[in-house]
């Protein structure tokens, strides 16, 4: 009897663990709308380095991206032209080493700037975070930085 009453506490309490998990809203993901499926997904999966869980549609018009646990980016092809965004609507990856990630872009010559928009310069946060910002091939901006939170 003991055994069952400990067993139904603990499913009781798993429960209730589960309920409050998931008692505030969360982001799942996050849409773009491209272009070029191809040369996104190659932005995505080589230049920003993550990787794609499987989509539903199987249509050659959608990858999707994990970006953390339970949360993707899921980029659309289907725009028929690239738009002008503002820098401070971005999406931020933090990546694992930022020094090796500037280094690959300007061996690449690809474009990035610090908040300022003074191009190939980083800017250091007042909390010591290092930051740059560049643009997917559809223009949208993406931060990198080195956040340790």
Known sequence: MKLLLLGYLSLITLCSTAQKQNSKSHINHTAIFVIDIAKSGDFYSNRIGLDTV????????????????????????????????????????????????????????????????????????????????LQDPDGYWIEINDDQF
């Open 54 to 133: 499987p989509e539903p549609f199987h249509d050659g018009k959608h990858i999707w991206y994990r970006t953390a646990d339970h949360t993707m980016l899921h980029v659309i092809q289907g725009a028929d032209q690239k738009k002008d965004y503002y820098k401070n609507q971005h999406t931020c990856f933090t990546v694992p080493n930022f020094n090796d990630f500037v280094k690959n872009l300007v061996n690449d010559h690809w474009a990035f700037e610090d908040v300022a928009g003074n191009k190939n310069k980083i800017t250091t946060r007042v909390d010591g975070v290092h930051q740059i910002w």
